[in-house]
Structure formats: C-alpha cells, structure tokens
C-alpha cells in the first residue's frame, strides 16, 4: 500500500472519529490497567459491568490487595480465566505498592514486569493513559492490517512495527483506537461491512463484500 493511500485512510477515519476513546471505563490509569488485564479473552462490555461493581469498592492498588485473591474474584466472577486474573492483579498491586509507590509506571519495562500485563496491555497503557504513540495489536487490529493491506504480517509483533513504521506521525496517537474500532464494528471477521465502509475505495482485500 502506497502512502498516500495510507494516509487517505487515516484522514477519513479522524475525520469520522475525531476523538476516540477506548469502550473500556476507567478514571485513572491504575482502573485502565485493571480493565484491560480483564478484558483479555472477554468483551469491553462484560469488563465494564464487572468494574461498575469492583470500582466503587476497590480502585486502588492498595485497596484491590486488600480483597486477597478469593474476595477480588467474586466481584469479576462474570469474566473469563477469573481466577487466575486475580492472581495477577493481586500480586500486580502488591508489586505496584511496593517498587512504585502505588503508581503506575509510564514505561514498558515496568509495565511487562507486573503478572499479567504482556506487550499488548502495556502498549494500551502507555498509549490511552499516557499518550504514548504505541500500536496495541489485538485480533481486530491484526485482521484490519492484513486485510485492508495497511500492514500485511504473520504475527501481532510484525503487524505492530509495520504499522508504527508507516502510520503518518499525526495518526499515530489515535490510530490504534480507529483500527480497533474499525475491526469491532466494521471490518469484522465474518462478514465484513464493506459497503457501509468508509475506506472500501482505499481497501486492498480482494473478496471485498460489495
């Protein structure tokens, strides 16, 4: 895909969506992060009905450690891998409280050191909660980018660089946000929306549904 046509694409989706935002609920970047480690293998949906529970109770590192284990599942129950998402975050906030004094920290490192938080939710992170222009590459993203030919690649990570190395620098703070949502509602994985797609013309998927 040549430039122009990559740029053409990001310009309709801003143009769109001038201000994107993630589906997830938050307030603070410590909410962010518990919300996108529940949100692997579950809908934003179902991970905002469990945090409208869990918040108002605990949203704080310190707060959260002291449910333990047993007492932070049950508000989450509803979510997939439950259990062993309350390992995590229990053993994240005591991490958290203890080497960070309870914030949490603006760089990658710190981030993938804490269980549960791999590259993908470190990148949500640094990129919504700190404005840092990462690429979170989930399966909306990687279906988008080789589909549409954006950023062809056989895995999250090549899809990842390629679409830093060739997103236009004005897009690169939001263009996350615009792929995700452009795979969640649009370009989905069944059937995807091609005539009601404000980039088909621009699309490089050759069974495009017209």
């Not at 333990?68 to 409280?97: F, P």
Request: charged share 25%; net charge positive.
């Amino acid at each position: 895909m040549n430039p122009a046509k990559r740029r053409e694409i990001f310009s309709r989706l801003r143009a769109a969506n001038p201000h994107p935002a993630t589906e997830l609920e938050y307030a603070t970047p410590f909410e962010l992060l518990v919300a996108v480690v529940l949100s692997a293998q579950a809908t934003d949906k179902g991970v905002n009905l469990a945090t409208r529970r869990l918040f108002p109770v605990a949203n704080t590192p310190e707060t959260i450690y002291a449910l333990g284990e047993a007492g932070l599942a049950d508000y989450i129950r509803t979510i997939g891998l439950y259990k062993s998402k309350a390992r995590h975050l229990i053993a994240a906030c005591r991490m958290l409280v203890e080497l960070h004094g309870s914030r949490v920290p603006a760089e990658r490192a710190a981030l993938e050191a804490l269980p549960g938080v791999g590259r993908k939710t470190a990148n949500v992170v640094l990129n919504t909660a700190f404005g840092q222009p990462t690429m979170a590459v989930d399966t909306h993203i990687f279906r988008v980018a080789n589909r549409t030919g954006l950023a062809p690649g056989k895995t999250v990570l090549e899809v990842e660089k390629k679409l830093l190395k060739t997103i236009p620098a004005e897009f690169r703070i939001d263009a996350h946000h615009w792929l995700i949502l452009h795979g969640r509602y649009v370009c989905q994985a069944r059937k995807p929306k091609c005539p009601a797609c404000l980039i088909a013309d621009l699309c490089e998927y050759k069974d495009k549904l017209v």
